[in-house]
């Protein structure tokens, strides 16, 4: 096989369930071409000679192969093979660095809700928790709009939980509607809504005591 056709190859990256960086390449028109060989090395130079390389797939008359989603920088060439299992010349390097690592914020539970009675006792505390669904170092703050509400801890790195008090006595009776926002380094920020019900208190009444010695009758 005589390949002397210029190979063009990129990277795109899908979302699917199982996402990866796909290397794709122009066909080969040889009459007699059988299919591909992807091949992958950890350095430059990459070449099948460089001593690095490495086989990573034999391929049929496919134009793409889903490298998965390396965690350091790779280099990829493809190389064409024929019916008589007769191998081209490499194909032009192509270089895969990996995305970024970044925290993603996890809150458990989604929302907070507290009841109180108006003049009564504080509501129970609670608690939320946060994590790291994504990658690296979640260094996180949180924060909130209320001045009925307090946190503890304000800030923390990794996984951590949050105590929230609500102080109800200043507050009428009714429903008050609050958020706590939890912001991260490299992350987008979470919001947590917080709901306070007061309910009035309730009313009491009492029966007034009867006279002792009271008797009703008839008087001539």
Do not use: H
């Not at 056709?5 to 009459?31: H, R």
């Not at 992958?40 to 008359?61: D, E, F, H, K, M």
């Not at 990794?158 to 009428?172: D, H």
Request: net charge neutral; charged share 5%; glycine share 10%.
């Amino acid at each position: 096989m005589n390949w002397i056709k210029t190979f063009a190859a990129i990277f795109t990256l899908c979302s699917s369930t199982a996402w990866g960086a796909t290397l794709t390449w122009d066909a080969n028109s040889e009459s007699d071409m059988a299919g591909y060989r992807v091949y992958q090395c950890i350095q430059l130079p990459c070449t099948r000679t460089s001593g690095n390389a490495a086989s990573l797939a034999t391929l049929g008359t496919v134009t793409s192969y889903n490298i998965g989603t390396p965690s350091a920088i790779r280099y990829f060439f493809v190389t064409a093979y024929d019916t008589s299992n007769l191998e081209s010349n490499e194909s032009a390097v192509v270089t895969y660095t990996p995305p970024p690592v970044t925290p993603v914020i996890g809150v458990t539970p989604i929302s907070l809700s507290f009841a109180a009675i108006m003049g009564g006792a504080n509501p129970a505390a609670q608690t939320f928790s946060i994590s790291n669904s994504g990658g690296g170092t979640l260094s996180w703050s949180v924060s909130d709009n209320a001045a009925w509400l307090s946190l503890s801890p304000t800030a923390g790195t990794g996984n951590g939980v949050v105590t929230v008090s609500v102080n109800t006595g200043t507050l009428a009776a009714g429903t008050y509607n609050g958020s706590i926002t939890i912001n991260a380094t490299g992350a987008p920020s979470v919001t947590l809504p917080v709901t306070v019900t007061v309910n009035a208190a309730p009313i009491t009444y009492s029966t007034p005591p009867t006279p002792k010695g009271l008797r009703l009758g008839w008087f001539k």
